[in-house]
């Protein structure tokens, strides 16, 4: 049996350019990075459209306006109904800073699934997918960003 002679240098080409995927130092340092970027962007006040994707209550998967002060969520909007959220404490929606630690958690405890995008300019994690153990059935947690915009 022959095999395509381009076959091992694009395998080889594609293990390497993705090895920071499967690092978990490059990973953590890569999360540094960009909590570096959301610190010196200093925002203490602001406002993101939010939406969670997991096996939750209804309500913590629509698409929501969270404002956070000074790293305390203040208020929850669903963007649908322009109504504040009803069921489910404010509490449980996260801040950026939230974010980063449950992406940092995730690499630490070595998630079997971890896909992160972060904000070119400001560093928070716009997207998050956490698949934590291989073998637990709707346990994943996804969480999106769609715009983040400074309160003054």
Do not use: K
Request: aromatic share 10%.
């Amino acid at each position: 049996m022959t095999r395509p002679f381009w076959l091992i240098p694009v395998a080889m080409a594609l293990l390497t350019a993705n090895c920071g995927i499967f690092d978990p130092d490059s990973r953590l340092d890569q999360l540094e990075a960009n909590r570096d970027r959301w610190r010196a962007a200093a925002l203490q006040h602001y406002r993101m459209d939010f939406r969670a994707s997991c096996y939750c209550l209804d309500e913590f998967t629509e698409r929501v306006t969270v404002e956070v002060s000074e790293d305390s969520v203040v208020s929850v909007v669903v963007v649908r109904t322009g109504l504040p959220v009803g069921h489910v404490s404010i509490d449980a929606w996260p801040t950026v800073l939230e974010l980063f630690d449950a992406v940092e958690e995730a690499i630490i405890e070595h998630a079997h699934e971890l896909e992160v995008t972060y904000h070119a300019q400001l560093g928070y994690p716009e997207f998050v997918f956490i698949d934590r153990n291989e073998m637990t059935v709707d346990e994943e947690m996804e969480y999106r960003v769609f715009a983040l915009e400074a309160v003054q």
